[in-house]
């Protein structure tokens, strides 16, 4: 079946350093990638996407690419804030099938961003 | 409302008793989801609908869970007789025809004493 495995956490980095949290994935098919963040107190919300090999997606500073080659979706910023302090999850979606759109998910890495 | 909403958010309950914890999708969103997240572990997909249909319960981890959904509107999710491992927070999501974004709920929190 589908899964998806993340580096451990927690990761704590000083404000302006570069992040990297790994994802890769094991699935059939051509499923879509995705990076959901959960900030303190609130809820999961879609940070970026990847339909096909080779598409780079990216919000609010942060770039993954889906590697098809190596199975990877690796989340990258060049200089985290405080504010980036949040659990982040790698996750994806079947492609087709009677549970189109279901997604499975990594474990979570805990970010935390010091001054 | 703007977003999809889940109640209670919060639930404590004794071992044995039953629990039914309601999410309320995006209006229009046809697809919605009910996933699961116990402590320091990922999501768990419980269940699929399709308006109020559930092509997919394959994650439902027992026959004490249940979860029904009237139109393309609320869906119930029921755990009968809890038990302590059923702790955890229970998140729904909602989608619409595209299925290129899932939205999420606050969810809900249950600890089972």
């Known amino acids: 079946g589908n899964s998806v495995t993340q580096m451990e956490g927690p990761v704590t980095l000083s404000e302006e350093a570069f992040l990297t949290i790994n994802c890769t994935y094991t699935?059939?098919?051509?499923?879509?990638l995705f990076w959901y963040v959960q900030y303190p107190g609130e809820g999961l919300q879609l940070l970026l996407k990847?339909?096909?090999?080779?598409d780079k997606g990216s919000n609010k500073g942060f770039e993954a690419t889906y590697r098809k080659e190596t199975t990877s979706f690796h989340l990258e910023k060049g200089s985290v804030q405080v504010s980036d302090s949040a659990v982040y999850f790698c996750a994806l979606r079947n492609a087709g099938g009677t549970s189109y759109g279901k997604l499975t998910f990594g474990q979570g890495t805990i970010l935390t961003v010091h001054p | 409302g703007a977003g999809v909403s889940q109640s209670p958010s919060n639930k404590v309950t004794e071992k044995g008793k039953d629990v039914e914890l309601r999410c309320d999708p995006i209006s229009g969103h046809t697809a919605l989801y009910w996933y699961r997240q116990r402590l320091g572990q990922g999501l768990e997909f419980l269940i699929y609908?399709?308006?109020?249909?559930?092509?997919?319960k394959s994650g439902l981890p027992s026959d004490r869970f249940s979860a029904e959904r009237t139109g393309e509107s609320v869906s119930t999710l029921t755990i009968q007789r809890t038990q302590q491992e059923d702790s955890a927070v229970y998140l729904c999501?909602?989608?619409?025809?595209?299925?290129?974004?899932?939205?999420f709920g606050p969810g809900t929190r249950l600890t089972v004493l």
């Open positions: 999501a909602s989608g619409g025809l595209n299925y290129n974004e899932q939205f």
């Open positions: 699935a059939t098919g051509y499923p879509s």
């Open positions: 609908f399709q308006g109020n249909s559930a092509p997919d």
């Open positions: 990847a339909t096909k090999a080779d």
